[in-house]
């Protein structure tokens, strides 16, 4: 795999897309770029998702992960099959009973004003932080194999991915988005099960043989039972559906996609085929990162000093080119939905709960129109800077830092919805900005603390329950006494 073979391949993927983008986006008006004029088929809505659930997190990070923490992220995966039933049900319909386009104005009409720029905040800082991270992974990748080689600088090589992002979601938005989405999950879902097959034929083993040696090998642990333990199987379980709740079901992003479908009905299929295929799917990824450890100790193969490489090394320099070629276009189509959603889904939030370009009878079509543009740009920058930071700080394995995140700037949504859903009681309103600082904070020194505090307890991913938690407790004290809701 030579960087021009590989540069080629980027090129030509791009320009498909952009076919797809002409297609989509010629008549977009401002309702299909936020929530595609309601008609997007719920098939290729639930198909899509599967690439943009997964990106790039999924496809560098899961495999390695195999070699620390075997196969114990299923139970993460189970709790969010019970995660996406939950949004289907209780979610979904409130959504589509308000005919909301950004979800967080849910917030403003339950407590307020404060309320709801708030949820919007976290929102756009969560997704600022999870998009750049997810973005950084695989860029990176393509920074060493392509463009290192011709001593291009790493900034130079992400403004150039995020033009093209930028170009083809300018005008269309959510309604190129779902077509584009069915373009990344094919080619990605094709590099998983290509490479599996790759290696099984490379080392000349059936794939009955190879699964009889992934659990002789001890990879497929899937339970850990010492509740100490940050993999204690009862934790993964509920952060995982918790996890979902917050980052789909409470995430602009996401649930712009399933907003976008004819009504509540096709909304409710679409999540629910989803889910069931994305259990599957995180399957083969896990056992994917085992066969990729076997195929390391078969081939002598050093490990990579970050575990998130190893995926990558092994495709493009041991398994021939036309693996290479078959990574290199599964990882493209995982880059491109960590920004193309969250570029749309963060422009949408800002024009709608930040400007009010929705509810503003004063601006022409046109002038709404150059504003959502200016706003679409001005995030590509943000994205940008922050891309570049982080990978001047990179230190660890990116999921784990997506979801330690997660736990820290979704939380406060968490509380602020579940107290909304499950009480009747009013807050005062100008007290929610300073609940949603001190819960994120709070939750931190708990988990830092956790060890002397709580007998030797190591809190995981269940951090997000935790900082929820806290939040519903901080509303709950800054209750009204005038009584609850009507």
């Not at 309604?175 to 989405?181: E, P």
């Not at 709960?353 to 740009?377: A, P």
């Not at 935790?466 to 209750?479: F, K, P, S």
């Amino acid at each position: 795999m030579t960087p021009q073979l590989i540069l080629f391949s980027f090129l030509a993927y791009t320009l498909l897309l952009f076919v797809i983008t002409w297609i989509t986006a010629r008549k977009a008006d401002n309702q299909a770029f936020y929530i595609g004029n309601k008609t997007s088929p719920w098939y290729v809505v639930a198909y899509g998702m599967i690439g943009a659930s997964l990106s790039g997190v999924t496809f560098m990070s899961v495999p390695g992960w195999v070699k620390d923490t075997q196969f114990t992220y299923m139970m993460v995966v189970f709790g969010y099959f019970v995660g996406y039933i939950i949004i289907a049900n209780v979610l979904m319909p409130m959504y589509y009973r308000l005919n909301l386009t950004s979800i967080y104005t849910y917030l403003e009409q339950r407590f307020g004003f404060w309320s709801y720029k708030t949820g919007a905040f976290f929102f756009i800082l969560s997704r600022v932080i999870g998009a750049s991270f997810r973005m950084f992974l695989v860029v990176n990748v393509l920074q060493i194999f392509i463009f290192d080689a011709w001593n291009i600088p790493f900034g130079f090589t992400v403004s150039m991915f995020i033009l093209l992002i930028l170009l083809y979601t300018f005008k269309g938005g959510i309604k190129t988005i779902i077509w584009t989405d069915t373009l990344q999950t094919t080619f990605m879902l094709g590099a998983l099960v290509l490479t599996i097959v790759f290696i099984l034929k490379d080392l000349d083993i059936g794939f009955g043989d190879m699964v009889h040696r992934v659990l002789q090998a001890d990879y497929s642990r899937v339970i850990v039972t010492d509740w100490t333990d940050k993999r204690y199987f009862i934790k993964q379980f509920f952060s995982g559906m918790f996890i979902t709740i917050v980052m789909t079901g409470l995430d602009q992003e996401m649930m712009q996609k399933n907003l976008s479908c004819r009504n509540l009905k096709d909304a409710k299929k679409n999540m629910i085929s989803f889910s069931m295929v994305l259990v599957f799917v995180n399957m083969l990824f896990l056992f994917l990162g085992a066969i990729l450890l076997i195929y390391a100790n078969t081939r002598g193969i050093t490990m990579p000093e970050r575990t998130d490489d190893l995926f990558s090394i092994i495709s493009i320099k041991f398994l021939g080119p036309l693996a290479g070629l078959v990574f290199v276009f599964g990882l493209i189509s995982a880059a491109y939905p960590s920004a193309d959603g969250a570029l749309t889904s963060l422009t949408t939030s800002f024009c709608i709960d930040f400007l009010g370009l929705d509810k503003n009878k004063k601006l022409s079509e046109k002038q709404k129109t150059n504003s959502r543009y200016f706003v679409h740009i001005g995030f590509a920058i943000l994205l940008l800077i922050v891309i570049v930071i982080f990978r001047a700080i990179n230190d660890r394995a990116v999921i784990d830092k997506l979801f330690t995140v997660a736990g820290y700037t979704y939380g406060p949504l968490l509380g602020l919805y579940a107290f909304g859903l499950f009480t009747k009681l009013k807050v005062r309103d100008h007290w929610v900005p300073v609940i949603a600082v001190i819960s994120p904070i709070l939750a931190y020194i708990i988990s830092e603390n956790s060890v002397f505090l709580f007998n030797g307890y190591k809190f995981g991913f269940e951090l997000l329950i935790v900082n929820g938690l806290i939040t519903y407790i901080g509303l709950w004290l800054a209750r009204k006494k005038d009584g609850n809701l009507s």
